[in-house]
């Protein structure tokens, strides 16, 4: 089975390091096998939790769910902001709880044919700095019974910093 990738960049900067590293793992598969979504361009809506019941998915949530649901990998694409997920990506997060509560998508059952990966970069060089995103998505993925793809981890402060990192460019080509 051909692979096809869903990059879900979540960055409050556009063209930013994130960015440039994911690109740099995306060049190893065709340009064909990828759907690049800004969950900033436009924003995801609010998520309301309406247990016991739900609503169905609509407008951009559903452009998303449709679009996580034809890949065979869901890369979100998220610099480190304050220890955490940038709010996008959290969001969708919170999404996907509507999504289960809703037995019309499906989600529980399509969501375990997905890999998930998290591409992420930070300004500060401790490599813990990272260990809250990562372990909030690898969570996620355990519980929801997807593959966890592992995490592509960089340093980098201001636009571009992060192509000058050797090491960070070279695991990115071979990461995917």
Request: charged letters at 20%.
């Amino acid at each position: 089975m051909s692979r096809r990738f869903l990059f879900l960049l979540s960055s409050a900067r556009p063209g930013g390091n994130t960015l440039a590293l994911a690109r740099v793992a995306a060049a190893a598969h065709p340009p064909a096998s990828q759907v690049w979504l800004d969950l900033c361009e436009p924003p995801l809506p609010p998520f309301r939790d309406l247990r016991p019941g739900h609503a169905a998915a609509t407008g951009r949530v559903a452009e998303v769910m449709a679009e996580m649901r034809a890949a065979t990998d869901v890369v979100f694409v998220a610099p480190v902001y304050w220890y955490a997920l940038p709010a996008p990506a959290k969001l969708l997060l919170d999404h996907w709880s509507g999504w289960l509560d809703d037995p019309a998508t499906g989600f529980a059952d399509w969501a375990k044919g997905l890999t998930l990966h998290l591409i992420t970069t930070r300004a500060d060089p401790d490599p813990s700095v990272a260990d809250l995103p990562e372990a909030m998505l690898r969570r996620s993925a355990d519980w929801l019974g997807m593959r966890w793809g592992g995490t592509l981890h960089a340093v980098g402060d201001a636009p571009g910093d992060v192509l000058a990192d050797r090491a960070a460019v070279a695991a990115a080509a071979r990461f995917l």
